[in-house]
């Protein structure tokens, strides 16, 4: 069986290399799991003849990388589509768009998906698709992305390998394609005698207006307007055409009684009063009402607009338009706090999209099918914000021990994680009090300083000196840690093994030097062990079961269970002079005190005993 593949391959190669010569290899790229428009991997090539047929190879190569223990990657869905002259929009859970964008499938190659068993390392896909250009050359965009994974746990290395999947391409081009022209409908337009080619201003990149010497253009009964622009293919593909179009008339004229008809198309002329074949259909109704459309991705190409009067009893109107190069579609709806619009880059190719949040979907972030309402928006904002309360209790019992460092560090900790809490969230229940990234570095610095000093305080070392030299060296290499990567695993488990290690070394040399168990059974029962339950329990939450959906319960658990811990944890403060007003079951932090005493006593007995006599 494998010297009959071995040989199918062969002869495929043999085949593929007499009809296809090689033209290109772009690649190895990252791929992600869909959520939405800007998760895609885009490869982009230019063919400067008018009509091509491909041949693409893709192979997609899954690996484990990271520290950790090695995992059984799941099943997982490839997306591809190939698109000419444009960016692909890719859409595979059908999500509903505006109803003022116009149909996203123009252009559109080839589009299929594959899967990559969890058995395999790699797999490999080789399909055709023609392109015809109108211009002599044309642009080639294909979009590689992985299907949406929502039960998939937030991204948390350290103890596992995480699977990563990579997409590289190779194209060939038939050996025989054609440099001659291809026939263009564009011939009938210097025959137009109402053609009006819009002026090019280029503000920003993606703001960009095409304007007229005229404020407004008048349309009579039996004529047309038609506007005529030019999208570049890599400086203006990424963005969004937006047309604003008003139709002003008289105050005689009722408000129902005027109807202008119109196309976008690229590349031709449509007719008038015809089917807007391969083109954009637009219809205004109403008059001195602005109507918007938005064409998001635009192909590259020369471009019009043809307006004409579709409704008889109006001999004439004034038409205003608005042609521009936009970022986003509707901007996202950002303002609702639907979605924000993001810059993406590909190599040297740039283009917008939107990037959606509290459950919203869809090109512009407009479909609501999931969308989260205000009250759950609300009740996830509180619970992860009040659930740092509870280091408000451990604040109070250090300040009530003196523990005064470590009370600032639990406050710290209350006040940094509900701020970036409140900041951390989608939709419109948000506050940021400090830019995201400060709040969330202080946030993780805030979480681990509280383990160690907490740990250090557990250790009992009584050697203030010492205990102040690991507070400032905690504080450093924690700092560096969160701003390495913050999100690995061993930023946390670093700290508290190193913690754990100074906690049993003091204990263990309590033990030998007072020849006697410290801390005591009761106490390791009653508070060590307790608080030891709580700290695994708030770990193994925030490391082994969050996911996306349920971040706002096992996170705040996560907040609750570590706050228990610390008051399980904390010691008392014993002055030495009232060590024996304590009982030395209630806590350990007296056994230590009660020790020391004793040693001083046997100290001095020892002294007495070796006086000389008199």
Same mark, same amino acid.
């Given at each position: 069986?494998?010297?009959?593949?071995?040989?199918?391959?062969?002869?495929?190669?043999?085949?593929?290399?007499?009809?296809?010569?090689?033209?290109?290899?772009?690649?190895?790229?990252?791929?992600?799991?869909?959520?939405?428009?800007?998760?895609? #991997? +885009?490869?982009?090539?230019?063919?400067?003849?008018?009509?091509? &047929?491909?041949? *693409?190879?893709? %192979?997609? =190569?899954? @690996?484990?990388?990271?520290?950790?223990?090695?995992?059984?990657?799941?099943?997982?869905?490839?997306?591809?589509?190939?698109?000419?002259?444009?960016?692909?929009?890719?859409?595979?859970?059908?999500?509903?768009?505006?109803?003022?964008?116009?149909?996203?499938?123009?252009? #559109? +190659?080839?589009?299929?998906?594959?899967?990559?068993?969890?058995? &395999?390392?790699? *797999?490999?896909? %080789?399909? =055709?698709? @023609?392109?015809?250009?109108?211009?002599?050359?044309?642009?080639?965009?294909?979009?590689?992305?992985?299907?949406?994974?929502?039960?998939?746990?937030?991204?948390?290395?350290?103890?596992?390998?995480?699977?990563?999947?990579?997409?590289?391409?190779?194209?060939?081009?038939?050996?025989?394609?054609?440099?001659?022209?291809?026939?263009?409908?564009?011939?009938?337009?210097?025959?137009?005698?109402?053609?009006?080619?819009?002026?090019?201003?280029?503000?920003?990149?993606?703001?960009?207006?095409?304007?007229?010497?005229?404020?407004?253009?008048?349309?009579?009964?039996?004529?047309?307007?038609?506007?005529?622009?030019?999208?570049?293919?890599?400086?203006?593909?990424?963005?969004?055409?937006?047309?604003?179009?008003?139709?002003?008339?008289?105050?005689?004229?009722?408000?129902?009684?005027?109807?202008?008809?119109?196309?976008?198309?690229?590349?031709?002329?449509?007719?008038?009063?015809?089917?807007?074949?391969?083109?954009?259909?637009?219809?205004?109704?109403?008059?001195?009402?602005?109507?918007?459309?938005?064409?998001?991705?635009?192909?590259?190409?020369?471009?019009?607009?043809?307006?004409?009067?579709?409704?008889?009893?109006?001999?004439?109107?004034?038409?205003?338009?608005?042609?521009?190069?936009?970022?986003?579609?509707?901007?996202?709806?950002?303002?609702?706090?639907?979605?924000?619009?993001?810059?993406?880059?590909?190599?040297?190719?740039?283009?917008?999209?939107?990037?959606?949040?509290?459950?919203?979907?869809?090109?512009?972030?407009?479909?609501?099918?999931?969308?989260?309402?205000?009250?759950?928006?609300?009740?996830?904002?509180?619970?992860?914000?009040?659930?740092?309360?509870?280091?408000?209790?451990?604040?109070?019992?250090?300040?009530?021990?003196?523990?005064?460092?470590?009370?600032?560090?639990?406050?710290?900790?209350?006040?940094?994680?509900?701020?970036?809490?409140?900041?951390?969230?989608?939709?419109?229940?948000?506050?940021?009090?400090?830019?995201?990234?400060?709040?969330?570095?202080?946030?993780?610095?805030?979480?681990?300083?509280?383990?160690?000093?907490?740990?250090?305080?557990?250790?009992?070392?009584?050697?203030?000196?010492?205990?102040?030299?690991?507070?400032?060296?905690?504080?450093?290499?924690?700092?560096?840690?969160?701003?390495?990567?913050?999100?690995?695993?061993?930023?946390?488990?670093?700290?508290?093994?190193?913690?754990?290690?100074?906690?049993?070394?003091?204990?263990?040399?309590?033990?030998?030097?007072?020849?006697?168990?410290?801390?005591?059974?009761?106490?390791?029962?009653?508070?060590?062990?307790?608080?030891?339950?709580?700290?695994?329990?708030?770990?193994?939450?925030?490391?082994?079961?969050?996911?996306?959906?349920?971040?706002?319960?096992?996170?705040?658990?996560?907040?609750?269970?570590?706050?228990?811990?610390?008051?399980?944890?904390?010691?008392?403060?014993?002055?030495?002079?009232?060590?024996?007003?304590?009982?030395?079951?209630?806590?350990?932090?007296?056994?230590?005190?009660?020790?020391?005493?004793?040693?001083?006593?046997?100290?001095?007995?020892?002294?007495?005993?070796?006086?000389?006599?008199?």
């Amino acid at each position: 069986m494998l010297i009959i593949t071995t040989f199918i391959l062969i002869v495929s190669s043999i085949l593929v290399n007499a009809q296809f010569e090689y033209l290109t290899e772009l690649g190895p790229t990252k791929l992600s799991n869909f959520d939405g428009v800007g998760s895609q #991997v +885009v490869f982009h090539w230019t063919n400067d003849h008018p009509q091509s &047929n491909f041949l *693409v190879k893709l %192979v997609v =190569k899954r @690996n484990q990388s990271g520290s950790g223990l090695d995992v059984t990657c799941p099943e997982t869905k490839v997306h591809v589509i190939a698109r000419d002259d444009a960016i692909p929009i890719p859409n595979p859970y059908s999500s509903q768009s505006p109803l003022t964008t116009f149909n996203q499938s123009h252009g #559109v +190659v080839y589009s299929d998906d594959f899967v990559l068993l969890s058995a &395999n390392q790699s *797999v490999e896909r %080789v399909f =055709k698709f @023609n392109v015809t250009s109108h211009q002599g050359s044309s642009h080639v965009f294909v979009s590689v992305f992985l299907s949406r994974d929502d039960d998939a746990s937030i991204d948390l290395s350290g103890l596992t390998k995480g699977c990563k999947y990579y997409a590289d391409v190779t194209v060939f081009r038939e050996a025989n394609g054609t440099r001659a022209a291809v026939t263009t409908r564009t011939d009938d337009v210097s025959n137009a005698n109402d053609l009006i080619k819009l002026k090019r201003q280029k503000f920003h990149l993606f703001d960009i207006h095409y304007v007229t010497i005229k404020p407004y253009h008048n349309l009579t009964r039996n004529g047309t307007l038609t506007f005529q622009w030019h999208v570049y293919p890599l400086t203006d593909s990424g963005g969004s055409l937006s047309f604003r179009i008003a139709a002003l008339v008289g105050d005689d004229v009722g408000a129902g009684n005027v109807s202008v008809g119109g196309c976008v198309s690229r590349n031709h002329l449509p007719a008038r009063n015809q089917s807007c074949d391969g083109g954009y259909p637009l219809q205004l109704h109403g008059y001195n009402v602005t109507n918007e459309w938005h064409l998001p991705y635009p192909q590259a190409g020369e471009w019009f607009l043809q307006l004409y009067l579709a409704d008889e009893e109006v001999e004439e109107v004034n038409m205003v338009i608005d042609v521009r190069l936009t970022n986003c579609v509707e901007a996202c709806h950002r303002s609702e706090g639907q979605g924000v619009c993001y810059l993406y880059q590909n190599d040297e190719l740039l283009y917008s999209a939107c990037s959606c949040k509290a459950g919203w979907q869809g090109i512009a972030c407009t479909d609501g099918s999931k969308a989260l309402t205000f009250s759950e928006q609300l009740l996830r904002t509180l619970l992860l914000t009040l659930s740092n309360l509870m280091f408000i209790p451990c604040m109070l019992l250090a300040i009530y021990r003196k523990f005064y460092t470590e009370s600032v560090v639990y406050l710290y900790v209350f006040v940094m994680s509900s701020f970036y809490h409140a900041c951390d969230q989608p939709g419109i229940v948000v506050y940021c009090l400090l830019p995201y990234d400060t709040l969330q570095f202080c946030d993780f610095l805030a979480s681990i300083s509280a383990i160690w000093f907490t740990l250090v305080l557990l250790a009992r070392t009584n050697c203030p000196k010492f205990e102040s030299w690991l507070h400032a060296f905690g504080c450093l290499a924690i700092s560096t840690l969160v701003s390495y990567n913050r999100f690995d695993l061993w930023t946390f488990l670093i700290p508290g093994l190193v913690g754990g290690v100074v906690v049993i070394t003091s204990w263990a040399r309590k033990c030998r030097t007072n020849s006697a168990c410290y801390p005591p059974k009761k106490i390791i029962f009653f508070s060590v062990i307790p608080g030891l339950i709580f700290a695994l329990v708030g770990f193994s939450m925030y490391a082994f079961v969050e996911t996306k959906d349920n971040y706002y319960i096992t996170h705040s658990v996560w907040h609750v269970s570590m706050a228990i811990a610390v008051l399980f944890l904390m010691p008392w403060h014993v002055d030495e002079k009232q060590a024996s007003n304590y009982n030395v079951e209630v806590n350990y932090a007296v056994v230590d005190n009660i020790s020391m005493s004793t040693s001083r006593i046997n100290s001095n007995n020892n002294n007495q005993n070796h006086l000389p006599s008199v």
